[in-house]
C-alpha cells in the first residue's frame, strides 16, 4: 500500500509536491473517504488492504496530521458527499461502508468542521463501494455500490435533505457497477451527475464506460467512454465544471497514475469529451482519496490532495 501524500496543480504541473509518508499518522490506508470543510482537509475512516485488516472510525486533519473527528463506528469503503444546509452550517455525510466484522453498514452521519459528529438518516439498503453527489442544499443521490446479496448494483436512491425522505424514483443506471467515480460536470448552464468506470463482474472486469443524469427525474445516458477501463480511482469534480478521475486500477491488477478529464463544451451530451492531463501522479495508486483543495495548501498553489 503507498503510505505519502502528493499535492497536485491542476493547471501547472510544476507546482506539485509530495508529503513523506512518515508525516501521515496511519499509514498505508484504503477505501477511506474525504473532504476540504471549512479550513480542513478532512481523511475519514477506511482501513487496511485485506478483509481482515484494521478498519478506522476516526477522521485526521492532512494539514496538522491530527486526529479531529471521530465516527459511531468504523468505516471502510464507505460513500460521502459535502452539504450545506440552507443555515449555512457545512458537514460531510459518511454512508454505508463495511466494519473490522466484514458487516456492511446501513447508517448513515454528519461529520462537522468541529469535529462533532451526528446520526444521519439509515440507506435504503446497506452499501459499500457505492458513491454519494450532492446535486444541491436539498437532494443528494445514491448510487451503484455493493449489496449483501450483490457483488454490484445499478439502483439509485434519492434523498430530499429538506423532509427527510427517500425515494428511488431516481432511475436506474444502466450498467451495474461498483468502485465507480462519480461527481458533477457542467454541461451548458447545468450540472449533471456522471459516474464513470468501476467494476461490473471482479477480477479484472471494469468497466471505461460513462453514464451521464441531466436530472434525477431522466434516464441515465450514455457518454464517452474513457480512454482506459479503471475502477477504484479518486475522482473531483473541478472549479471550471469539469470532472476528473484520478489514478485507479485497470485490467491485469494494474494501478494508474493518470489524471483524465472530462468536459462538455455545450448543452449537448455529445460535446463531452476525456482528455488525459499532462499532470500525472508520482505513485500509482487505487483505493485512495483524492480531495479538491482551494487556494494554497502544502505546496505554495495547489488544487488537488490524493
Not at 437532494?139 to 428511488?168: C, H, P, R
Not at 493518470?258 to 501522479?281: E, F, G, H, P, V
Request: charged fraction near 20%; include cysteine.
Amino acid at each position: 500500500m503507498v503510505k505519502d501524500t502528493e499535492i497536485i496543480h491542476l493547471d501547472n504541473s510544476n507546482e506539485s509536491c509530495k508529503i513523506d509518508a512518515d508525516d501521515f499518522p496511519r499509514g498505508g490506508t484504503v477505501y477511506a473517504i474525504g473532504a476540504f470543510l471549512k479550513d480542513k482537509a478532512f481523511f475519514c475512516g477506511g482501513g487496511g488492504l485485506f478483509k481482515y485488516s484494521k478498519h478506522y472510525s476516526n477522521c485526521v486533519n492532512l494539514g496538522s496530521r491530527e486526529s479531529v473527528a471521530d465516527m459511531s463506528t468504523k468505516r471502510k469503503g464507505a460513500a460521502s458527499a459535502i452539504i450545506d444546509f440552507d443555515n449555512g452550517t457545512q458537514s460531510l455525510w459518511i454512508t454505508g461502508g463495511r466494519n473490522n466484522e466484514t458487516k456492511f453498514i446501513q447508517s448513515t452521519e454528519y461529520v462537522y468542521p468541529t469535529g462533532s459528529v451526528s446520526p444521519g438518516p439509515d440507506l435504503p439498503v446497506a452499501l459499500l463501494l457505492h458513491c454519494v453527489v450532492a446535486l444541491d442544499k436539498s437532494n443528494v443521490i445514491v448510487i451503484g455500490g455493493n449489496t449483501k446479496e450483490a457483488f454490484k448494483n445499478k439502483e439509485t436512491y434519492l434523498f430530499n435533505l429538506v423532509n427527510q425522505s427517500w425515494s428511488n424514483n431516481s432511475s436506474s443506471l444502466t450498467i451495474p457497477r461498483r468502485a465507480q467515480a462519480c461527481g458533477q460536470v457542467s454541461i451548458g448552464n447545468e450540472k449533471a451527475v456522471v459516474v464513470a468506470g468501476g467494476d461490473t463482474k471482479g477480477k479484472d472486469n471494469m468497466t471505461k464506460t460513462t453514464e451521464i443524469l441531466l436530472s434525477p427525474g431522466l434516464s441515465w445516458q450514455s457518454g464517452p467512454d474513457m480512454p482506459k477501463a479503471i475502477a477504484s480511482a479518486g475522482s473531483v469534480s473541478a472549479p471550471d465544471g469539469s470532472f476528473l478521475v484520478i489514478g485507479g486500477q485497470e485490467p491485469g491488477n494494474l494501478m494508474s497514475r493518470d489524471i483524465y478529464r472530462l468536459k462538455c463544451q455545450s448543452q449537448d451530451i455529445a460535446t463531452c469529451q476525456w482528455t488525459r492531463l499532462q499532470q500525472s501522479l508520482t505513485v500509482a495508486r487505487s483505493q485512495h482519496v483524492a480531495i479538491l483543495v482551494p487556494g494554497k495548501g502544502v505546496c505554495e498553489k495547489s488544487d488537488l490532495t490524493v
